[in-house]
């Protein structure tokens, strides 16, 4: 439930020279954003609506890293679910021109709401809480760079059961504030039909902490396997993100 990985990536690179670079514990960054529609996955979080996001990213020492993000989201559920949180920890593996970078991840929405009116007295919902694991290869030859990535998460009920996930992506730098970007991916779900998703954009960068992106996404998702809404259907899905070091 993030697409986050961009500014992850982008931060030590562009901040660097920053105020944190003296420290001996890392360096902590933080970020905020408007998106015109929250994806993931290729599924709109956000029944299609702009949203803002935001958090925090430490880079730790021996290329540890943790960090929280936190997206609003619209499910129009009877939970009345506004907002998810998201905290993570990893560490990347870096020899000849790979990174493998190894994460945990664990979801919350902290403010679903009481107990709805649909179910019997009693009856205790599962949460749309998560935990993922995640491994993910990227070579790069020169300003090209090819990744593949897999997920595994243990989902409640509520959100299809256990999932897993294969996903590749490719990036080519234009130049060193221009780049263009595809992802694509497969996902089996336990209750619910596994699906293809993929986007394409560019991303530019302006006075190394803008982030502007264009990205277009899709699924094969039908309307009638979408809890019979619009969020699967395709988008050009615009972000602007500014980014900045803490300490």
């Not at 986050?4 to 003296?22: E, K, R, Y």
């Not at 905020?32 to 709109?44: E, I, P």
């Not at 897993?164 to 991916?185: E, F, H, I, M, R």
């Not at 902490?209 to 899905?237: E, H, L």
Request: glycine fraction near 10%; charged fraction near 15%.
């Amino acid at each position: 439930m993030r697409k986050f990985l961009l500014i992850l990536t982008t931060l030590p690179v562009a901040l660097g020279s920053g105020p944190a670079q003296a420290t001996d514990w890392g360096h902590l960054y933080g970020y905020v954003d408007w998106t015109s529609d929250y994806r993931f996955y290729g599924v709109s979080e956000s029944d299609r609506h702009a949203t803002m996001q935001g958090g925090l990213h430490w880079a730790a020492p021996d290329n540890f890293y943790a960090g929280v993000f936190t997206s609003g989201v619209d499910f129009k559920d009877s939970r009345n679910t506004s907002y998810e949180v998201d905290f993570y920890g990893g560490r990347h593996f870096y020899f000849d021109d790979n990174d493998l970078n190894l994460e945990v991840l664990y979801g919350v929405d902290p403010d679903i709401a009481g107990h709805p009116s649909y179910a019997p007295p009693g009856v205790i919902l599962p949460t749309y809480n998560f935990f993922e694991t995640a491994a993910e290869l990227t070579h790069s030859f020169g300003a090209f760079s090819l990744g593949g990535k897999a997920i595994v998460e243990p989902r409640p009920e509520s959100h299809g059961g256990f999932l897993w996930s294969l996903n590749g992506a490719a990036t080519y730098s234009l130049n060193d504030w221009l780049k263009v970007s595809a992802d694509v991916g497969y996902q089996w779900v336990e209750k619910r039909v596994d699906s293809t998703h993929w986007d394409l954009g560019v991303t530019a960068t302006w006075r190394q902490q803008w982030v502007f992106d264009v990205r277009y996404y899709g699924t094969d998702i039908s309307v009638a396997n979408c809890y019979g809404m619009t969020w699967c259907q395709p988008a050009i899905v615009a972000k602007i993100t500014y980014q900045f070091a803490v300490l």
